[in-house]
């Protein structure tokens, strides 16, 4: 393997082991704290610095409780696309933002029908 495809993959299983870290909203502390190593190793790894060992790699898909494969083949767009814990609360609060101004509407209506009801009655 050449050095410009070591690099690219290395950085391309670093990326992945990033966007499992952030879908399990953990921090580099933790998992270098799970893997017995420091942050900065740690971030070595995520970077594509580092060149990551088989064993190394077994024991980071275990922590993310999967498969080295499928560590290796993480489609990194896909993963970055799928909903994270800030994008569920972003939805979260558009669905109640709606849900306002429905209300809004209805409390507006109902002042205006009974605006309506007492002119009426006068």
Same mark, same amino acid.
């Given at each position: 393997?050449?050095?410009?495809?070591?690099?690219? &993959?290395?950085?391309?299983?670093?990326?992945? #082991?990033?966007?499992?870290?952030?879908?399990?909203?953990?921090? +580099? =502390?933790?998992?270098?704290?799970?893997?017995? #190593?420091? #942050?900065? &190793?740690?971030?070595?790894?995520?970077?594509?610095?580092?060149?990551?060992?088989?064993?190394?790699? =077994?024991?980071?898909?275990?922590?993310?409780?999967?498969?080295?494969? +499928?560590?290796? !083949?993480?489609?990194?767009?896909?993963?970055? !696309?799928?909903?994270?814990?800030?994008?569920?609360? +972003?939805?979260?609060?558009?669905?109640?933002?709606?849900?306002? !101004?429905?209300? +809004?509407?209805?409390? #507006?209506?109902?002042? =205006?029908?009974?605006?309506?009801?007492?002119?009426?009655?006068?």
């Amino acid at each position: 393997m050449n050095e410009l495809s070591k690099r690219t &993959a290395n950085k391309s299983v670093g990326k992945s #082991i990033r966007i499992l870290r952030h879908q399990h909203g953990w921090s +580099q =502390e933790d998992i270098a704290n799970r893997l017995g #190593i420091s #942050i900065p &190793a740690f971030s070595k790894i995520e970077t594509g610095v580092t060149d990551v060992n088989l064993s190394r790699l =077994e024991q980071i898909a275990n922590i993310y409780e999967v498969s080295v494969v +499928q560590l290796l !083949a993480v489609d990194t767009e896909n993963a970055e !696309a799928a909903p994270t814990h800030l994008n569920l609360i +972003q939805k979260k609060l558009s669905d109640r933002e709606a849900e306002i !101004a429905s209300l +809004q509407r209805k409390v #507006i209506e109902l002042y =205006e029908e009974l605006r309506n009801k007492t002119s009426v009655a006068v």
